[in-house]
C-alpha cells in the first residue's frame, strides 16, 4: 500500500496518517517529493483494504501495491497444479476435453452422445442436470433425474461426468454423482456456494463470471482453495461487453496472464464464447494455440432439436473434425492429448 | 418472432421452416420481399426462442419481436404495485428511504445509527449480518448475532429492518428475523435464491446485477414473481463498465424506462452507484428528480473505522443534510415523503 | 511513481532500476519491507509513464501515483472556469441550456426551432451543418449552407450557435459562423482536430467519447488548453455500455467526480444519453440535481419527420415544459438559471 | 424491416402508419397476430431507419431485418478479396506479416528493427510517423522526418511500409511515401478521414476502435469503398472492457464472424491487443489458428527505451521465434505463408 498525501497536507495530517498505519500493526515510511508526501506501508502480510484509509482528507490517494489472492498464486506455488479425473487429466501440459450436451434432455440422446464424444476423443462427459436459465418459463433441467442418467452414461462410457450445481442444498447429492462439480458463471461470486464446494471433496470447474475481473476470478477460485479443496479447474467462457453479435466476447487474451498468475489450470468453453456453432472450432483451434489446459465444448446429436443452447451445440460429426485440428495444434504447441 | 430467409432460399427451405412452425403449434405467415421471403410467426403466448430456428442453414435471422417478461410488466398490470412496511411505503407516488450501516458490527454502532437514520426521516434500516465479499478473508459479517441486533434496533426505533440473504439454507431464518429480505447484485440470477425468497412470504428487494441488461434484471423480479410474491422493490445500485475511477456507473438513464416496461418500484442505492461518499448526496437528489421511488444510503457513525464500505458511507450529519435537500426536490417533483 | 520489485529481486536488480531513475533525472527512494523492496520516485514535474519501467525482469509492477492533467485540473487553477458567450453562462453557478435540432434541416425549420427554444428559455441554439452518420448512405448534413442557416438564425433570434465541426479542414470557416465549436464524441481522440480547435480562438464543447475514462477525457480538454484555449465545456452524452435497451448510458455519477477534479463546467445531453424523448425530461431534471452546469437537448418541430434522431427529440411543446421544472430544480439547489 | 403495433392499436393507428410506409416509397404488408398486428415493410433497397417510425405512439416496436453495409457485405461479394502490396498478401487464404516499431524514433532503430523483421520473414514495415497520443506531452512522432526514414528504409529492405494517418491535411503526403495507410483505433469514425484515404488510390488498413460493434466496423470500412477504394485490410486490436489487467480485450471471438459477413481479409494487432510482450506469441499463434489473414506486430531493438510502447514490444529474437511457431501453425490451418 502507498498513501499519497496532498500537496497541502499539513505535519499533523501525515502524522494523523501515520498514526492510523500504526494502529493497524504496519509500520509506515515517509517519502518526501518535490511536491507532496507519500507514505509506504510495510509490515502487513497480504493486500491492505484501501479504504481503511480512504476518508483522510489530506490523502489524495491510497494505492495498493499487492494482489490480494495468495494461495492460487504463482508467487505461493510455481508448479503448475495437475488434475487428474478418471483418464482426464487438465494441467501440466496436458489437453483434456469435455464434451457433451448442454442439457440431459433423456437417456437416448446422453448415451448417443455419450459414445459419440468418447469415440473423437474427449477425456469427459458434460451435461446439465441443473439448468440455470435466464427465464422461470424456460426448460430447468431434469434435477435428480439428470444425475442418474449422467451416472448411467458414466457407467456405460467409462468416461467421468461434470454437471453444474445450482444450490447449496445440492452440493452433497451431486457430489455423490458427478466426479467434477461446476460452479457457473451467474454463480462465481455466490460465496455460500464456493465455500459449499470448497468442502465437497471433488474436483471443481468454475467458470469466469459475466463481468469478473481476473482478479475477482482468482479470488472467487481462492474461496474454495481457502476451504482445503485445491482441485480447481478455471473456466474462461467469454464476457459480457459491448458487442452483442456475439454472444459473448471470449477472453483469449487473458490466458497468458492468468497462466502466468495462478498454477490452477484454465480451459475455454467456445461454446459460450461464441454462441455459434460456426464459430466453434476456430475458437477451440485458437484455444490450443493461445496455451489453454482444455476446452469444454457442446455437443448434441440433433441441435435443431436441442431443448437449450442448440444454436452452439456442434454435431458429432463436427466434434470430430474439430478434435483432429486440436490435436495437430495440439502437437505444435507441445501439449500431450 | 420474425424469420428472414436468405436470399436465395428455395421454396422447399421455406417449405421446410413453415412445417417447423407448425410442428411448434404456431402459424407462419408469408411475407415474399423483393430480395427474400420473410416469415411472421403468431399464435404464440408469450416470446418464441430464436434459437429453435436457428439450424435451418436457408434463414438469414430469427428476430424476437416479444419482451419475454410477463407478470412484472405494465402490459399486464398497468397501475403502480405499491409496497408497504410498517410506514414504509415505496410506490404509487410515495418516495421510501432506507439507511443504515453496510454491515452490523455491534450493537452500539447499529442502534446509533438506527436512532440517527430515524431521526433524519429514513423509513426503514439497512443494516448487513451476512456480508458477501470479494475476499474469503475479509470481515464477514455477524451473521445470526446480527440477525438478532436488527431485530433489537427495529424494537428501539420502530423502523423495519432490511437484510441480505446469500444461502437458500438461510432464507427461513432471515424471513423471520427481517422485514424485507435483500438479494444482492452477486445473487442477481442466483435462481434458486430467486425461488426460494420467492416463497418466503416477505418482500423482496432485489438489486440489479453488476452486468445485468434491465431486461435480465426484470426476468430475475419474473422468478421470485412468478412463485406467487408479488411484493418486489427493485434497486439499481450501479452497472460494471469501463470506468474505474467511480466505483460503479450509477444507471440513473434507465429509470424512466423501468417505470414504463414494470409496475414494480424501483429505488436507486448511490452508495455502491459511486463509492464515494462525497457524490452521494448529489446523487441521491437526482435519484429523486429522475423519478425514483426510494433510496438506499448507508451511513456509518464512524466511518473511517468502518469494516466495509467506509469510503462510501455518510456520517449521521452529512445523511441529515442529504434528507433535506431530498425533501426538496421530491416536492418539486410531486413525490409524496 | 511507485515501483514494487519481485519478491526475489536481487541487489543487483534493485540498483539497476534505481539507475534508470537517475538516468531520467529523478530521485530514487528505496523502501524496504517484509516480503520486497519498493522504490519511491519523486522529482519528476508531471506524471512518469510506467511503460518505461515495463521491461525490467525483477520490477513486479510498476504503480502511477499522480494524474497526467495539469492545466484542466482544479489543483492547478481552484476557480471554477464560467464561460460567457453572448447571454450564455456556463459554470460558476449559473446553468446555461444549449437546444435545437440534431441536423439544419432547412430555413423554415431552423427559424422555427430557434424561436420556440429562445421564447422557452433556452441560451445557445445547437444545430448540426456538419453531420458525422454510421452510414455512408444516411444524410450528412447540409455543410457550408447549414452554417449560413445558423448565421441567420442568431441574427433573428439573438441566440448564439454552437455547431460541430469534423475536419480540421473545415475549423477555420466553422470558427468564423459559429459562436462555440462543438467536438463529437467519436472525434474526442482526434488529437489533430483539438489541436486546430485549441488555436481556433473560440469557445468548444467537447463531447466525451463513447468509450472514454473520466481521465481521457479530461486529457482531450487538457489538448484543447495546452493550445491556449482556455474556454472549454466539458459534455457528457452517455458511454457505451452492455445495456442495450437505452441508446447510451448516461454516466450523472461521474459528475461530482468531474466537479471536484476540474475547474472546467461540464453539461448534460439527454437526448442522445437515453435516445428517448420520453424519458429526456427526466434526466434534464436529473442533471440540475446533480450538480451539471447545463444542458444540451434536440427539439425538433415535427420529431417523426426529423432526418436524423427523430425519437430523441423534443417538440417545443415539451421543451418548454421541461425548462419550467428544470427552472425549479435550479432553484432547489441554489444555481442561478 | 418489421413494424409491431401495440396491442391495443386501432385501425386508423394502422392505416396511419401503413401511410407513412406508402409516403416512403415502399410496400406495407399486413400480419394479423392473436393479440397484435405487425407490417412488414418490402421495396426497400437498403436497411431503413427504424427512427423514422419510432415516434407512432401505436407502435410498439420497429425492428431492424438487414444489414446496412453493403458492399463490403459477404453476400454482395462472396469472394474472398485479396490484397497484394510489394510482395505481401492478404486474404485467399494467404497470411501477411507486418512488423515494426510502435514509432519511428531515428535511421539506426528503424533500419536495424526493418531489416531484423525482414530476416525474421514479415512480409511489411511498419512504423508510426504521426502519433496519436493520450496526453498533449507525450512524443507526438517524428512526422515528415519520419515519413522519409521509412521511404529509406523501405529502399534498403525491398519491404513495402505501412504508417498512420491522423489528419485529413496529411492524407496526400502519406500516400506519396507510404504503401498502406492506417487509420487508428481512436480515428475508426473519423468520417472526413475515412473518405479521404477512399480517395487516396492506396490499401488502406482499418483498426477496429476501442467500443466499436463489428457492424460499426464494417460500416467504417464501407465508407472507405463507397468512395471506390475496395482495398480494406481491416485490424483486430483487441476492444475496451471492464477487465484492466490487460491493455485491452483481443476480440479473437469475432474473427469467424466477420469473415463469414465480409469478403476484405481481417488481421490481428496482438501487441496492442494484449499490452505485453509476454502474451503476445501465445496470442500471435492464436490468430493463425482462428482464422485470420494476417498479423501485426510491434519489435524494437530496445524495448526498454522504446519512446512508446516499450512493454508490448518484441525483441528482434523473440519475433523471430514467434515467426517460427506462427509458420507450423499456418500449415496445419492450410494458410500459405
Do not use: W
Not at 79 to 84: A, F, L, N, R
Request: aromatic share 4%; charged share 20%.
Amino acid at each position: 500500500m502507498l498513501i499519497l498525501m496532498k500537496s497541502d497536507a499539513s505535519d499533523a495530517d501525515i502524522e494523523a496518517v501515520c498514526g492510523r498505519v500504526r494502529e493497524l500493526g504496519y509500520t509506515p515510511h515517509l517519502i518526501p517529493g518535490a511536491t507532496r508526501v507519500a507514505i509506504g506501508i510495510t509490515g502487513n502480510q497480504g493486500a491492505i483494504d484501501p479504504d481503511l484509509f480512504a476518508r483522510f482528507p489530506a490523502i489524495a490517494e491510497a494505492v495498493p501495491v499487492s494482489r490480494p489472492f495468495k494461495l492460487v498464486s504463482r508467487e505461493v506455488k510455481p508448479d503448475d497444479t495437475v488434475i487428474k479425473v478418471g483418464g482426464a487429466v487438465f494441467g501440466g501440459g496436458t489437453f483434456g476435453v469435455m464434451a457433451g450436451p448442454c442439457a440431459v434432455e433423456g437417456r437416448e440422446q446422453l448415451l448417443a452422445t455419450a459414445r459419440a464424444v468418447r469415440a473423437a476423443g474427449a477425456h469427459v462427459l458434460r451435461g446439465g442436470a441443473y439448468k440455470p436459465r435466464t427465464s422461470p418459463y424456460s426448460f430447468q433441467g431434469l434435477k435428480e433425474e439428470g444425475l442418474e442418467l449422467l451416472a448411467e452414461a458414466r457407467a456405460a462410457t467409462g468416461l467421468p461426468v461434470i454437471t453444474e450445481v445450482v444450490d447449496t442444498r445440492d452440493v452433497d447429492l451431486v457430489a455423490e454423482k458427478a466426479d467434477i462439480l461446476q460452479v457457473g458463471a451467474r454463480n462465481m461470486q455466490n460465496f455460500a456456494l464456493l465455500e459449499a464446494v470448497g468442502h465437497a471433496g471433488r474436483p471443481v470447474m468454475l467458470k469466469r463470471g459475466l463481468s469478473a475481473t481476473i482478479q475477482e476470478f482468482l479470488m472467487a477460485a481462492e474461496y474454495i482453495v481457502s476451504k482445503g479443496n485445491y482441485q480447481v479447474i478455471l473456466c474462461e467462457r467469454g464476457i459480457r461487453t459491448f458487442e452483442t453479435m456475439t454472444r459473448n466476447t471470449l477472453d483469449l487474451g487473458s490466458i497468458p496472464l492468468i497462466k502466468r498468475l495462478t498454477h490452477l489450470p484454465i480451459i475455454i468453453d467456445p461454446s459460450h464464447g461464441t454462441g455459434d456453432y460456426r464459430s466453434v472450432p476456430a475458437l477451440a483451434r485458437a484455444a490450443v494455440a493461445v496455451g489453454a489446459d482444455g476446452l469444454m465444448v457442446e455437443v448434441h446429436p440433433d441441435p435443431a432439436h436441442a431443448l437449450s443452447d442448440g444454436p452452439q451445440s456442434l454435431t458429432p460429426a463436427r466434434f470430430e473434425a474439430l478434435m483432429e485440428s486440436v490435436r495437430a495444434i495440439a502437437a505444435v504447441v507441445g501439449m500431450k492429448m
